[in-house]
């Protein structure tokens, strides 16, 4: 099965609206990066995480290791917040574990 | 401030066709880089990464190959291009062996014809 597994798949918000993100992690993860791929294709780093939270804006991350998980909080959506969001798990390695992605679309 | 470039943006090629892919950083000495492949609507796969010149490890076999023949500079190629390699590639770099942030280049899109 997936090492790492995003949920959902795909999502819709209306502007405005709040929505969290998941990544669950059958590996045994001990960093977790999330990322924003626009339309043309650009990945843009929005966290990188340890064990815990972190804030930036509207966006809110929280990775816990023992329970193997992360997510991703979007606050009052925008139209340039659509786009696929990768979760990507760190090991002891340099390989970065990526999931399948969500794809968000925002609407008016 | 560091900046990485791929290069080319875009490439259609014929099966069987060699390809050559490059990536440069600049402003950063002795980077991380890495090569990541991702299928039109797919996730990303790592292929290769290195972490000093000369020294590339092989993550994903895709018939493919890297080279880095100097320290800011990551090469991806092939001899014979197969309808599979399509798709887009990334290059990406970050500072240390431990997973830190890593940042991506624009990417190259290869359609193998």
């Known amino acids: 099965g997936d090492k790492v597994k995003q949920s959902p798949s795909a999502l819709s918000l209306q502007e405005g609206t709040n929505s969290a993100l998941r990544c669950n992690f059958s590996?045994?993860?001990?960093?977790v990066q999330w990322f924003l791929q626009n339309p043309r294709g650009s990945l843009i780093n929005l966290f990188y995480?340890?064990?815990g939270t972190k804030e930036n804006g509207r966006l809110k991350s929280a990775f816990d290791s023992k329970e193997s998980y992360s997510t991703l909080h979007i606050r009052d959506a925008q139209l340039e917040d659509s786009g696929t969001y990768f979760c990507a798990a760190g090991g002891s390695n340099a390989k970065l574990t990526f999931g399948k992605g969500t794809k968000l679309s925002v609407k008016s | 401030a560091q900046t990485i470039h791929q290069w080319p943006v875009a490439e259609i090629k014929a099966v069987g066709s060699p390809l050559s892919l490059g990536c440069t950083i600049k402003?950063?000495?002795?980077?991380?880089l890495y090569w990541y492949w991702q299928a039109t609507g797919g996730t990303l796969q790592q292929l290769f990464y290195?972490?000093?010149?000369?020294?590339v490890e092989s993550v994903v076999q895709l018939n493919l190959s890297a080279s880095r023949p100097k320290d800011d500079q990551f090469i991806l190629s092939t001899e014979k291009l197969l309808l599979s390699h399509s798709g887009f590639y990334l290059c990406a770099w970050h500072r240390g062996i431990s997973a830190e942030t890593l940042y991506f280049g624009s990417g190259t899109r290869l359609t193998v014809l």
């Open positions: 402003g950063k000495s002795s980077p991380n």
């Open positions: 995480l340890v064990p």
């Open positions: 290195s972490i000093t010149v000369g020294q």
């Open positions: 590996i045994a993860a001990t960093t």
